[in-house]
């Protein structure tokens, strides 16, 4: 094996110990990598790893995984369960191979998705490393993952974002003015999802309760969510709280999510628990976060790189036919994305790698201040991802959110992107729209922007002005 | 393509004018930056005030502003087309704009001696390297280690420590009178306080290192921290007891939006003081405590 791990590249040859030394060195440029000393020490050992890389086959990546199928839930999950059928459909091909079958025209979504369940998370990673930046376009757009839930997402030539109206102290009347600042625009389709301040079970169950209320009283069909823990969730839900969507971070190894406080068998009670006490209409109910560089951060990354890392957390995501997963791609700073460059690479290696998994993607385009990026990166990412055929984005007043503290995307800007590219809300949130005037023939109203055109009722004025007056 | 002397000359005229004003050297910039900032523009000023909303017409006039009131985030912000209002776009560009210069601002190099403060380092050689590498903002360099190691007896019930940490600007605007307002209260308090100390890129894990090197019952450390849209100027609070190396930051206590606007100088040191009572007296910080103010 070693000696076919070798490449020249102008000259000088290079050549590496074991596939994962090739997969960690294939990596396009980033930070994370870098700290966590496994990036390629030149240009040219980078591109010598791609085209070893590009010579290996699926079979080979499969008998390659990155962390131990003993020490690792996840590894025995992969491994287990990577169906031989499809996997026999591509497995003598090499990554160079898949990568044109890829992106071919007579290749259709339905047939990339037809040999996805016989793709391990080293595949998908080992051929997102060999794709550019509008290879990972084209290659995701043809992927369509079609999800219902409340609503339904992922359909052609429609784009839905999260709204996320937090407050900096989970004021429950705080939330639901953002909320219908949010609809007023258009945005909330994909979920309406809260990060409390306070993670507590009685928080999450009131603000679920309250977030409900109004979904009921407006009518608006669409899915609510807070993110605490997944156990408080699962509390909460014991104790009787209206839940739609169960939500948890999750990452790429067993120990990264230890890190988490979960594993297989926490995520499998929480999918049944939700499928027979969550309020939505299903059949897809969970909602999960990731990002690169979560495994790195917890120091349980296994001396693997921050893509294939990713890649598993999706081969983890895909257990449990989720209705939502993004990458925050962002949110973890510097140290791990360095600039926009990096961010927007990292954001679209997201999107198609969870596309080729199976997952209905979405994507949180974001950045902390110390990260080397700005509002006009993430435009430009959102841009590219729209046209990538993301499933959603993020929503929030201007961008700012006063309760995480970092920079994200706005509900001004999905408003422009459904502008740009002629994309429409989910179906269901579409007529709602219409209902209320705040959607005709294809675009936003006049009256767009206008929250208070949501509170004509006065039982709805109730539920955001009265807490006290409030009714289920 | 090579430079002609007028060019030049001005170039030569515009450092000299830079140095008087006393403009930061351009060492201190990041890299493509652009030309130092003029000291002459730096002055106090508030922005105006936002209007209560920008909504023609709304549906229901007299609500819009109860909604407006219910969360500081921007809502009814109206639109141009579907993007921001050029209002609201130069002011999410000014709020940027102060993050990211208190990111990349350093500490004068006289600011400890200037405080009666022992002068240490991190093993950062510069602050892209405190960027990237977190794990070198959290230990001292070795020239640091040798000058704590004279006050090794000293044993003090709270060491004082000040970092840039991600907003050094923090520190220069805000640091003086949080400082003095924690050294009043911890001397009220009748806790022995050893030499004060100043870390250059500091992480919130150096002050362990430092707490073990002095034997101190307690750390409390001020640090820029990381700045969100105009908020360049907010300091935060860490709290130790107890302090080991790799202590969890859920076995500390913070307080944060240490600013003029937001939490005063003796508003932080006493609820610090409040704290460190309760963890002295129990021997623990952080969640333990059970006063709210723990940091996951």
Known sequence: MSSRLRACVFGRFFSFESIKEVMNKANELRSGDVQAGLCATSDRERVAAKRVLSELTLDELYEAPSVPYESDELTRLFQDGCEAAARRRLGGLSLGQVREWLLDTR?????????????????????????????????????????????????????????????????????????????????????????????????????????????????????????????????????????????????????????????????????????????????????????????????????????????????????????????????????????????????????????????????????????????????????????????????????????????????????????????????????????????????????????????????????????????? | MSLDDSTVDSIVEAVLRNLREGAPPAAARPLGAGPVERAETVQACTPAPRPVHAVPAPAHAALLPRLVALTPSQVAMGRAGNRFRTDDYLRAREGQADARDAVHSEVPDDWPARHQLLSLRTQCVDRPEYLLFPSKGRRLDAGSVAALAAQRDSAPDVQLIVGDGLSPNAVVQNGAATLAAMQRAFAAAGWRVGAGCYVKYARIAVADEIGVLVRARATVLLVGERPGLGTGDSLSVYIAVNPKLGQDNAEKNCISNVRPIGIAPEEAAAQTVTILKRGLQLGVGGVALGLGWGRK
């Open chain 1, 107 to 472: 290749t259709t979504g339905e047939d990339v998705l037809a040999v996805s369940p016989g793709l391990t998370p080293e595949m998908v990673a080992g051929v997102t490393k060999l794709m550019s930046n509008m290879d990972l376009v084209v290659a995701a757009r043809k992927i369509r993952v079609v999800v219902r839930c409340n609503n339904t997402l992922g359909l052609p030539g429609r784009i839905s974002s999260r709204l996320q109206p937090n407050h900096p102290r989970d004021s429950e009347e705080g939330i639901l003015a953002v909320i219908l600042d949010g609809l007023s625009y258009g945005n909330g389709d994909a979920v309406i999802g809260v990060n409390p301040s306070t993670e507590t079970v009685e928080s999450t169950v009131e603000i679920l309760s309250r977030v409900k209320a109004l979904m009921n009283k407006l009518a608006v069909p669409t899915q609510n969510c807070v993110l605490s823990h997944i156990t408080i969730q699962m509390q909460a839900m014991q104790k009787g709280a209206p839940l739609d969507l169960c939500f948890q971070s999750i990452a790429g190894s067993e120990g990264a999510n230890r890190n988490f406080g979960v594993s297989l068998r926490i995520l499998d009670e929480a999918a049944a628990m939700t499928h027979e006490l969550g309020t939505a209409k299903g059949p897809n109910v969970m909602y999960f976060e990731t990002g690169q560089g979560t495994a790195l951060s917890a120091d349980a990354h296994h001396g693997t790189d921050q893509v294939t890392m990713e890649a598993r957390a999706y081969g983890l995501a895909r257990r449990y036919k989720p209705f939502l997963v993004n990458s925050v791609v962002g949110f973890i700073g510097p140290e791990y994305l360095h600039d926009g460059k990096q961010i927007t690479r990292a954001g679209l290696e997201d999107h198609f790698m969870g596309k080729l998994s199976g997952l209905s993607m979405g994507c949180d385009a974001c950045y902390t201040n110390h990260a080397e990026c700005d509002q006009n990166d993430v435009e430009n990412l959102e841009m590219l991802l729209a046209s990538a055929g993301v499933n959603y984005l993020m929503g929030i007043p201007a961008g700012d959110d006063v309760m995480l503290n970092y920079e994200t995307t706005s509900f001004h800007n999905n408003a422009a992107l459904r502008e740009i590219y002629g994309l429409r809300p989910a179906p269901e949130f579409e007529a709602w729209l219409e209902r209320v005037g705040l959607w005709r023939a294809g675009k936003l109203t006049e009256r767009a922007g206008d929250a208070t055109l949501l509170l004509n009722r006065e039982d709805v004025r109730a539920v955001v002005f009265g807490s006290k007056r409030r009714s289920a």
